[in-house]
């Protein structure tokens, strides 16, 4: 016997999967594998930030020392460092995520896969929102990654915002 889902909202979505266990609904990520996923995934990006940095500054100083300098050197640095490390975060966590492993190494060495919430596969747009959507998360102060504690199928802000859901292989 198959089960009816009809839902209005996601949050409903998610309370009638869990509840009714839909044939092939896959078994939510849990905060804790996904905790240590995205530690071991800032570890990576924080290690190619780095590497991307000193090529951004090796190029900041050889400009500098061509052009004779500028006063505003050092706020440039800066601003080059939030930049790239912004950049850096997108694209590992966006291309990692709408990959054909469905997930960054971080997720992938913990058991895990991001899905739509109807268990396919996402795109690039897609994992672009859901890292959109951790800004928001970490706007809120964190907030935003801790509601997965309480909501149903362990969902963040971020999954929220671009409809996905972290899964266990």
Same mark, same amino acid.
């Given at each position: 016997?198959?089960?009816? /889902?009809?839902?209005?909202?996601?949050?409903?979505?998610?309370?009638?999967?869990?509840?009714?266990?839909?044939?092939?609904?896959?078994?939510?990520?849990?905060?804790?594998?996904?905790? /240590?996923?995205?530690?071991?995934?800032?570890? @990576?990006?924080? %290690?190619?930030?780095?590497?991307?940095?000193?090529?951004? @500054?090796?190029?900041?100083?050889?400009?500098?020392?061509?052009?004779?300098?500028?006063?505003?050197?050092?706020?440039? /640095? #800066?601003?080059?460092?939030?930049?790239?490390?912004?950049?850096?975060?997108?694209?590992?966590?966006? #291309?990692?995520?709408?990959?054909?492993?469905?997930?960054?190494?971080?997720?992938?060495?913990?058991?895990?896969?991001?899905?739509?919430?109807?268990?396919?596969? %996402?795109?690039?747009?897609?994992?672009?929102?859901?890292?959109?959507?951790?800004?928001?998360?970490?706007?809120?102060?964190? #907030?935003?990654?801790?509601?997965? @504690?309480?909501?149903?199928?362990?969902?963040?802000?971020?999954?929220?915002?671009?409809?996905?859901?972290?899964?266990?292989?």
């Amino acid at each position: 016997a198959g089960c009816r /889902v009809r839902a209005t909202t996601m949050d409903q979505m998610d309370r009638m999967i869990m509840e009714q266990g839909i044939e092939g609904a896959a078994k939510p990520g849990g905060f804790g594998r996904r905790l /240590v996923a995205f530690l071991i995934d800032g570890v @990576l990006v924080f %290690i190619i930030n780095v590497l991307v940095m000193i090529v951004v @500054l090796l190029f900041i100083r050889r400009s500098f020392q061509e052009s004779g300098g500028f006063d505003g050197a050092a706020l440039l /640095v #800066i601003i080059t460092s939030y930049l790239c490390g912004i950049l850096v975060a997108w694209l590992y966590f966006a #291309i990692g995520d709408a990959s054909a492993r469905q997930g960054t190494f971080g997720k992938r060495m913990m058991g895990l896969k991001v899905t739509g919430v109807n268990g396919g596969k %996402i795109g690039f747009g897609r994992a672009s929102l859901r890292y959109v959507g951790r800004l928001l998360g970490v706007l809120t102060m964190l #907030i935003g990654f801790l509601i997965a @504690l309480v909501t149903p199928r362990r969902r963040a802000l971020h999954d929220y915002v671009a409809g996905t859901v972290v899964v266990r292989v």
